[in-house]
């Protein structure tokens, strides 16, 4: 399906984005995994975290109705379409499931043997964790998904695991993966590459592995594993980068998943590319997530956040976007490139209106992402008629704005959403192809951006 999105105008409101994904992958983890009930509230029904819980469906007994009718139940219309799940109040539209998600768990222990392959679908978070899950199982697991999954590097965690016992086998470094299960013992992992993926994978080993697991960061990652953790009583310490924890069985737990920033930000970069004022409220502001918001403050974007409660170890509050007067270029350093990893395709969108070069430092991460996004972030700028390269690992992208055309976002909903927005300020018309896949991350995208009074709309002829 394609969006067109027509320029100019002014957004308006206050809104609310879909749960967070990363934290919903985990927390439907340490549901399945609990001994008792657990209670999720506002789990995103994106497609990356129906995967994992279609997978943990697999690998439970007594939590698997839930987790299965959950995971399969589509109780929304596709974007574009009459929904029944996004609900309008009075200018403000909340996105996502009043209803609790109730999983009863039976402990790391009580989890079964899968009866088929676990389809992780589209989603890394969903393949890499369970692979720390399932490592220390008392069965055999097949991990596989789709064909953009199935390109992506997966002995970064293979490795560490291995280091602590765990029997992995990947095909040629990447899906199908076979884990059999196995009594695993703590180690001492250091990886060259900065992932909160695979320091998760190690973490959630480590909490049904012997002895003491040791997990050190290259660069800072978000740590919605470790604050879950720790709010769920687990012995976790973190002392200048390295991560201990020992072996914990947790109980059951309340939670209500917090709007995702990363899906804030294509709202607050809409509303900065048109001047406009917006609030987004109960959005996660954990600062492991938010730092995109100190680079758009560089970049002349002026934003508020106000924290109002917590929920499992997560501040949750509101952001008010302020109106923006001309963007400035931004030199995104290589150290700081974690913590804005999902949001270089909404950056470059804004640095694309910067009056001059802005440049992302030694990205080379951003090739093995859901899709090769250096490459297709610097063609797909040019395809609507602005400047950008990638240059070696580094992406460079020049002022100046876009005409206007046609983007391609080779089936990856962070590129969609980006040419999406960032049409919002072209000089011309942008149609985006496969705005479906929006549906990944931030259901009913298009419905909230138009609701804030932006001109997109989907257009299904070919
Ligand atoms: C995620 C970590 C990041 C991020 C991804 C979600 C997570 O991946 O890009 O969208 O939930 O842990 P890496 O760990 O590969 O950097």
Redesign the pocket.
Known sequence: MRALIMPGGRLRGTTSVPGD??IA??WLILAATAEGRSSLLEVPNSLDVRSTASCLAFLMSKGRPALHAWATNDRRAPEGHRSTWNVRVEGETAVGSAEALEVEGKGRRGLIEPEGELDCGNS??TM??LMGVVATSGFRSVLTGDTSLRNRPMERVAVPLRTMGAAIETSDGHAPIVVVGARLHGAECAPVT???????AVLLAGVDADGTTAFSEPAT??D?TERALRALGAPIEIVAGRTEVRRFQHEGFSALVPGDP?SAAFLIAAAALTGSEITITGVGLNPTRTHFLEVMARMGVRTEQSVVREELGEPVGDIHVFPTEGLGSVRVAAAEL?LV??EVPVLAMLAVHAASDSWFLEAG?LR??ESDRLEGLAAGIRDLGGHAAAEGDDLVVAGGGLDGGRGNAHDDHRMAMAFAVAGLAAHGAVEVDGIESAEVSFPGFMGTLASLGASIEPVEAA
């Open positions: 994904k990363s992958h985990r890394g978070t890499r964790l900065a992932s909160a993926q695979v320091k998760s990652t978000r919605h990363s974690p990893i999902d991460e093995v992402k």
